[in-house]
Every structure is written in C-alpha cells, then in structure tokens.
C-alpha cells in the first residue's frame, strides 16, 4: 500500500520539500499542514502568506526564481499605492492580489480559510491536501526590544533588524485545529518537518489543540532549514543567534528533540551527525538546498528512502 | 478677473469636458463637483467610479480610447479572479485597483472622500479642485421590473437590458454636501452642467442638501450628453426612451428647464435650437462630440465663449 505522508510546512523552503513529496508520492497520500501564524490582514485583505506560497508552489505558479509570489508577476496596483503616498512596504504583487480579494471576499462571506483554501486547489488542479493548521486566527508575535512586532512588520518591514527575545502566537490557546488536520495526522504513515522556520513556522502549528501530542505518536523525518550556520531565505539563524544559541542542524534537532526519529541535514553539516544521534535520532545527510525542482524530488526522494530504511518499521 | 467656474460631472463624458475647462482656466478658478451616487463597495474595496474617472482625466492618466480607467492599464488580479471562479464582474484594472486599495484603507482609518480626494490630487499635481458631490454613502437605485437594482449592477453586470422605470437615490435625504460644495458654488461666475447622464449623473449632485436652490442662483449652462438622439457612451438615451421620453438635446434642455440660461448642443441637433429658445434659454450648436484633448480644449473655449457672450451679463 501507497505511504501516507504529513508534512508540516511554513514558507519557500517547506513549499520546495513539500512539492518535491507531492511529485513522488502516489496521489491522495500527501497532506500538507501549512503554518498560518504569519497571516495578517493588510489593506483590508486577508493574507495567508504560507499557505499562499506552498498553494502557489504546488500549482506550478510560484515565482522561479523568489519562491515566494507567482510566476509572471506584475507590480502595478503597488505602483499606484507607492505614489499615492499608501502603505506599500508589503510586496503585494498584482496576480496575488487578485487571490487576497478572492480569498477576502469569501471570508467576508462567512467562508473559512480551509474551505477557500480547498477550492483553490481545486480550481488550480492540485491534487495534494493542502490544510492550514487552523481556521482560527493565530498571529505570530516577536518579542523585541522595541516592543512585540507582528510577524509581517519585524520579516517585511523591519527587515528582521530588532533583536529578538522570544515568541508568542496570540490566539493560540483558543485556536482548534482546522478541519482534517488531526484526523490527517492520525492517519499517516510519516510526519515530515520540512525544512521551514521551527520557531516561527514549525512551532505554531504543533502548538495548536492536540497537534503535538498527535505528532508525537508518529514516526517524524526533520529536514534542517540551517545549512552552515546559515539559513537559505527568513530569519531563523538570525533568530538563533538572537536567542543566544549557535545556529546550527544541531540546534535544529535538540529543538525538536522529543519529537523526531530521524533528522536529514545538509553534507557541508556532516560533522554534527555524531552529536545529533547522540540526541536519539537518525541521520542522513545530503545536499539539501533545493535550486531547481529537480533538486526538490531528488531530496524528497532521498528523505523517504532514508525514512523506508531508518526510521519506519 | 478670472472668471470662476464650478462645473458638475459625471464620468467619461462630463470628465472630458471638465479636463477641457481645466486647461483653459486660470488656476485655481475651476472646481469640479463629482457625482458619487455610482460609489459602490466590491470585492470590500470602497469605489468611486465618477470621483475616479475625473481624477485620472485631469492627471492625464486616463485611458485615452475607453475614458475611464487608467492608461496602460494591465488586468493581473481579475485574471486570478477568474480563474478562481471568483466575482469578475467589474473591470477592476491593477493600476486601479492600487488606487482603491489606497482609498478603502484610509477610509477604514477615518478619512472623508474628499479629504482622500483633495490628497490624490496633490499627489498627481492636478491643479482643479476635485470635490465629490457628499461625504455621506448615496447609492444611485434603478427602479427596473426586475426589482431595484443598485446603479453599477444595472449597468456593468446587467448591460443596462432591464428597463428603466425611475430612479431613487438611496441617502440622499441625509447626505450633506461635501465641505466646499456650497461655498464653490456660491463663489461661482459661472456654474457648467458637463455633457453627463441627466439622470444618474447630474440628478444626484442636484438633489444633494441645498445645492439646487444655490444653483438656481448663478447662470447655468447645459452641455448636452445626447447627440441625434443617441448618447456617445453610457445609459441616458436608454433610460429616456424606458421612460417613454424621445431621447432628444430637446428632452435633456426641458429636463434642467428651471436651472439653464444657456444650452450647447450638437450641429446635428441644430434644428432643435428654436424648441430649446422657447424654453427660455440661449443657445450653441457646434460639434460637441470629444474624440481627442483638442475637441476638449475647443468645446471649452466655445462653451465660455458662449457663456460669456450670452448668459453672463
């Protein structure tokens, strides 16, 4: 029987993982649970900014080049916006402006964002189930020394310049999981961790309802966002270093500790595999930075092999 | 010393000539006043066809083969929309749709329309005063056998094919005039009724508060929309023939009988002339139909001519 996988996903570096699944997995067996702490509301749309890129991405749509945005992506309606002396500091491209006033319209209408989120994929033929963790607003907050920022104005606005001194998600505690996400999680054979943000994109979502407990039962590959030290596109080493831990596959891994079987990290990374299977996992390591899509199958290949042989019985 | 002109518009049309009057005044002695009774709200974005049509005209942004809409106009978002089945009924350009996102936003924190439209205005550098009708939300109704249907329903989604039994402004009874309204108009030499929708477009701006006695006291001259018996663009000609009027120069004089000392109408409409004097007001006939911004320039120049030589003593 086909392996039923759940991967956990925020931004362009989960989406590319999550694609690359999608591409080897046999239909229907691939659901992604998308991080939807970063969404905010702007100009009066809805923005579901990760659910967004991993629903661009495995439409095929997703810019080439950004990993975020679409393909073809125009900048008009901005232009108006910057000249007018508007709020243009969020790169709201005129393509993906057209889905925030479908998905705004909608949600106005009573709809929720994983119905709406389901009915793009429909319209965009995508055969993967793609679930935001919740339906309920969850809002990532960064603790700084200026004051708690929304995630959206410490990543786009501030650059990522305040030091950070934690997190909290506002909402969390009431939020439930969206419909079939518990039930997915139940269900699958492997969870995977894409390599995506674990403070901000990662945590969230194991932070909502049962989420954690679920996972927890299951078998679950990590794959790290930190290549050297450094992370590919979003802030996590800058968040680590903030925080005061080396950024590191390592600290990626005593991250999630409890919760992982078996952690796949980068080649250049290879030293640290001694350290991380001393934390009670696996390794397997590789080139994990995903250039092209090939790159994305190769790796997602490559992490359900090792899972096959490791860390599934 | 300059003569003063308040002029009264609605889209395309009244837009034209009012960009006209803008280049042959002296700065500072033009204020148009916009119909809103067309603003609706769509896809939650607040949007004010009229005020928007006026405004690109003057900045030299419109569209110069539609009239309204912006010149190099690109239609991104309403592909997305379409392809996700979502509402596309409106020709919403991105250009465009950059200037109604800059407007519901500042709406949503408090600004007036005026307030928005005055700060447009000095962001594109246009020199005439643009003051929409009222601050207040008025929504044209047509009264149709299908029931009433608000004015851009009636016009864009249904193509203007129910017919027209009246008309009500939804509002109106409350609405105040936009401030400056009634001081533009008192400090008037002149007060312009634009080539626009009798009914729907310059009805409105009438019916505002106590802008029709203030009218009633300047001299007048009309502009007719209607050309043998046909309207260049939009519904009036339409709406007069559901309302059993001949659609005719004659029938848009005897609509404004009360308010106009002087008309101008097309040399094709020459023979109405006499009819028209019989109604007690001067009249122009020369070619009135604006195909390029020198027809502009030169219907102005002949409207104040006529002005005054025969209405202004």
Redesign the interface.
């Known amino acids: 029987m086909a392996i039923t996988v759940v991967a956990l996903a925020g931004g362009v570096g989960g989406a590319k993982l999550a694609h690359g699944l999608a591409e080897i997995l046999a239909p229907g067996s691939l659901t992604v649970i998308v991080n939807t702490g970063d969404d905010f509301r702007h100009?009066?749309?809805f923005i579901s900014t990760d659910v967004d890129t991993v629903t661009y991405t495995l439409a095929g749509r997703a810019h080439p080049k950004h990993g975020w945005g679409r393909a073809g992506?125009?900048w008009?309606?901005?232009?108006?916006?910057t000249?007018?002396?508007?709020?243009d500091w969020f790169q709201?491209?005129?393509?993906?402006?057209?889905?925030h006033?479908?998905r705004?319209?909608?949600m106005?209408a009573g709809a929720t964002l994983s119905d709406i989120t389901t009915?793009?994929c429909t319209?965009?033929n995508i055969q993967t189930t793609i679930l935001p963790m919740t339906d309920s607003p969850v809002r990532t907050i960064v603790e700084t020394p200026e004051g708690d920022l929304p995630f959206q104005k410490y990543f786009v606005a501030k650059r990522c310049e305040p030091t950070v001194k934690g997190f909290h998600f506002q909402g969390i505690e009431t939020a439930a999981p969206a419909p079939g996400v518990l039930k997915a999680i139940d269900a699958a054979d492997l969870v995977v961790f894409c390599p995506s943000n674990p403070w901000v994109s990662i945590d969230p979502i194991l932070a909502i309802g049962e989420v954690r407990s679920r996972v927890h039962r299951k078998p679950v590959v990590g794959v790290s966002p930190i290549i050297a030290g450094k992370t590919v596109k979003g802030p996590a080493a800058r968040m680590y270093a903030d925080l005061g831990i080396q950024p590191s596959a390592l600290a990626v891994a005593a991250h999630y500790e409890d919760l992982l079987k078996g952690f796949v990290l980068d080649e250049e990374d290879a030293s640290l595999s001694r350290e991380i299977n001393q934390l009670g996992m696996q390794t397997f390591t590789t080139d994990t930075l995903m250039r092209t899509e090939k790159d994305r199958v190769r790796l997602a290949n490559e992490v359900m092999a090792f899972a096959r042989a490791e860390v599934l019985e």
């Not at 008009?76 to 916006?81: K, V």
């Not at 709201?92 to 889905?99: K, R």
């Open positions: 100009l009066g749309l992506e125009t008009q309606a901005l232009s108006t916006l000249e007018l002396g508007g709020p709201l491209g005129d393509l993906d402006l057209g889905l006033l479908y705004t319209a909608r106005e009915d793009i319209a965009w």
